[in-house]
């Protein structure tokens, strides 16, 4: 199948960026490229792209739904105070605990809630982190 002008273009929008976008930051994308574009196209054609398994939806995360170029399974960490999704690669379902072990690791940061019965976790990202210490620090 042929994607139209406007789905190969989200695609892109999608897929060069890897800071999981809603569908208004795609749009003022978009529109850069193509001034006609409207935000009921951005909706229709995310969603169809994620309908299909082109991109992944993450959705309700912190409100809006987001998207996703990154097709490969991976769990995500969003941070409580910032909304920023962060990827955490990883190939196979992991135990509560090993989630957590990878996310110290990766991050320096704990991770608050962990589910692993979903692929979204959540915990404070390491510039909130440090904003939060340095507050700390402040205040003594
Ligand atoms: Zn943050
Ligand atoms: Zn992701």
Known sequence: MRYSKQRSLILDIVRSNPVHPTAEWVYEQARKEMPSIGIATV?????????????GKIAG?????????????HYHLQCKKCGRLIDLSMKTPQTEEKLRQMIK????????????????????????????????????
């Open 43 to 55: 909706y229709r054609n995310l969603n169809a792209l994620s309908d299909k398994g082109e991109i």
């Open 105 to 140: 690791d990766a991050f320096a940061l704990e991770a608050e809630e962990v589910t692993v019965s979903t692929t979204l976790l959540s915990g404070v990202c390491e510039h909130c982190a440090a904003a939060g210490k340095a507050e700390k620090t402040m205040q003594k």
């Open 61 to 73: 995360a912190g409100g809006a739904d987001r998207f996703d170029g990154n097709i490969s399974q």
